[in-house]
């Protein structure tokens, strides 16, 4: 099989020789261009196809890749990951992804060689070339690039247009900041950033560039997020006061201990540029792949990786701006993961018409009291799901699915006279097609990085919370702690730190 890494054009450089190359070269390989603004964006004509690159191609960014290759006016034209290729990849379900891949290549025998779950950038760059071969029946003979640096994808692929971000969460804002200030569209993952500090410097590189940014998180797309909005908007429950949301998350490894064995590194994957901006470790697969998000230095545990849902919903639905305090605790912390369960609790301040509101989370299959008003036998959830979310208000509560999907009023009596408000709010064609419209010159994705910061620094400050053990005060202004209800100085001192943590060189970011 043909090695998509150095093999593939002559035009493709090792990375070695990229790094060691001209003062051309040195200067395109920069965090951040010297300028420190990319050039006013071009909207790409209707006429022109979106050519991407797929940056963080394991079990999700190859999920996330297939959906962009079936949009008939993209293109994915370079892949990109530290993973050469190996079969140890999370699923959902036994062989959940070469049977996505076998549906989308109409070949029931792709992968019948695999070992397990395959993924990293040989593979989808094999999956890329075989799609456009294949199925599209492309007549030209373009070969997906591979790449081990994003900063080489991005200064070589000169045609590109957009970057999509499927990488660990202490990733997102290094590679999607690099990519803004080169002139390239930027597709993220969640949680958008690691560190309030970073989400800070993305949404204000989205709005220096004026380039389209959106965040995978989907809800913004949802007629769930609509209907929800239409019911708080049109007063059904009068204002709403409370919102209890519940997780059964986590279901990878935490409340555990950095493991004291070395393991030997996998052939093919470079684990000093995975780490990146990351503390030095020796590699133990405790952190990857999949497991990461358990780690401070890697992940934002259960509250960034589904809170980034629902409370993206929240936020709509509720308006919602900047928390005033935050109050965390939890099961035991250990100091380098996130602990086995998390119950926190977010004061935010009335919004023009809306009163203040404080939202509870509960995770690790913990959940609020019962509501009184809900029948014997009837599921706070759904079935078999185990999460939730319940809006209380003066006239009323909403108990519906975790992000706000399958609402209804309780007590059940209240369903059968009601009448749903008229359905007056905008529809979207869909988080891909916001973003890939704007990056035509339509309208800013609803899920941009200048609305997503508000959302994932009230997240951030849940994960402070809880590991501070107790109340802390947000100046949302200055992006400052001023307070903790318990504690010593060097407490607060420690919790403000954790607002813009360290990062290796030359990852760091201002």
């Known amino acids: 099989m043909r090695d998509h890494d150095d093999k593939l054009r002559p035009s493709l450089l090792t990375r070695r020789e990229f790094l060691e190359g001209s003062a051309a070269s040195a200067a395109a390989l920069t965090l951040f261009p010297r300028s420190g603004r990319a050039e006013t964006p071009t909207a790409v004509p209707a006429n022109k196809t979106i050519t991407l690159g797929c940056i963080g191609v394991g079990a999700q960014g190859t999920r996330v890749m297939m959906d962009f290759l079936k949009i008939p006016d993209v293109q994915v034209v370079a892949v990109c990951d530290v993973n050469r290729e190996t079969s140890d990849y999370s699923e959902w379900g036994k062989d959940e992804l070469v049977n996505k891949e076998r549906k989308l290549l109409n070949d029931p025998a792709w992968g019948s060689d695999w070992k397990g779950p395959t993924c990293g950038r040989v593979p989808a760059a094999r999956l890329v070339d075989a799609y456009y071969r294949n199925v599209r029946k492309l007549s030209n003979d373009r070969a997906c690039g591979g790449y081990n640096d994003f900063r080489e994808l991005i200064a070589e692929e000169h045609d590109l247009d957009g970057v999509v971000v499927c990488t660990p969460d202490h990733w997102h804002a290094h590679i ?260 890939l419209d704007a990056i035509r010159g339509g309208p800013k994705p609803r899920a941009s990085f200048e609305f997503e910061q508000n959302v994932v620094e009230a997240l951030l400050l849940g994960c402070i919370a809880v590991r501070a053990g107790t109340k802390l005060e947000w100046d949302a202004v200055n992006k400052h702690i001023t307070s903790l209800a318990e504690g010593k100085p060097e407490d607060l001192d420690a919790a403000n730190a954790q607002l813009n943590p360290p990062a290796r060189d030359p990852w760091k970011l201002g």
């Open 176 to 435: 999607a900041i690099h990519a803004l200030r080169h002139g390239k569209h930027v597709f993220c993952q969640k949680p958008m950033g690691h560190s309030v500090h970073e989400c800070a410097l993305m949404a204000k590189a989205a709005r220096e560039t004026g380039l389209a940014t959106q965040v995978a998180v989907m809800n913004e797309a949802s007629d769930a997020t609509r209907h929800l909005t239409e019911w708080v908007a049109a007063d059904v429950i009068g204002q709403v006061r409370e919102v209890h949301n519940w997780s059964q998350r986590p279901y990878w490894p935490q409340g555990i201990e950095r493991p004291k064995e070395v393991e030997p590194v996998p052939d093919g994957l470079d684990w000093n540029f995975w780490l990146g901006p990351a503390p030095e470790r020796p590699f133990n697969h405790v952190y990857l792949p999949f497991v990461w998000r358990g780690w401070n230095d890697f992940g934002e545990g259960s509250i960034g990786d589904m809170g980034n849902y629902s409370f993206d919903t929240m936020f709509r639905v509720l308006e919602l701006t900047a928390p005033t305090s935050v109050d965390g605790s939890s099961t035991p912390l250990f100091p380098e993961t996130f602990p086995l369960g998390e119950i926190v609790h977010w004061e935010f301040p009335a919004r023009r018409d809306r009163a203040p509101v404080t939202i509870h989370w509960y995770d690790a299959h913990l959940r609020p009291p019962r509501p009184p008003e809900l029948l014997p036998g009837e599921l706070m959830s759904d079935p078999g799901d185990g999460e939730g979310m319940l809006l209380v208000g003066d006239k009323g509560k909403i108990l519906c699915s975790f992000e706000g999907q399958h609402a209804r009023l309780i007590p059940s009596s209240r369903m059968k006279s009601f009448t749903a408000p008229p359905d007056n709010l905008s529809k979207s064609p869909g988080a891909y097609r916001e973003w």
